[in-house]
């Protein structure tokens, strides 16, 4: 029974060689904390990103590969476990923001042409504009404040 419980001790403080210790950090940055869903297990620092940081160490230190280490975490939390989900999902979450951009920057577009047209094929209101009575009363109403300025 002790020798059970030495086991994971033992592989632990084991030595990992740099291939691992990369194989370890890879993995710890692909792999969500159970707890929130929210950091990876390399960056949450619960409880449980704790434990699964020592479990993937002792699973890469044992030789199991990181396709295994990765279903063995989708087995038992499914795919929200993986920070990068793989297959259609995964294609569908990177895709979208750029759809979404291109789509609004066509609206955008069309838009600011509609305005742009718009603009043009109406006149300038002005001076130009205002028809001759127009202008005469406002002289007239001008001069009763005080005289137009020279």
Known sequence: ???AAAVPLLSSTM???PQQSAEVKRLED???APCCYTQSIAQ????AA???RQQVTEMVASGMSDKEIIEHYRAQYGDRIL???DGN???VLFAFPVVVFIASSGILYFFLQKLHRARRSSPTPG???IDGRALQAMKKEMEGLGGIPQ
């Open 1 to 3: 029974m002790k020798f």
């Open 15 to 17: 030595p990992l060689t």
């Open 30 to 32: 692909s792999l969500l």
């Open 44 to 47: 949450q620092m619960s409880d």
């Open 50 to 52: 704790e434990q699964m």
């Open 83 to 85: 920070v990068v989900p």
């Open 89 to 91: 999902t995964g294609q």
């Open 127 to 129: 001076l130009a504009a």
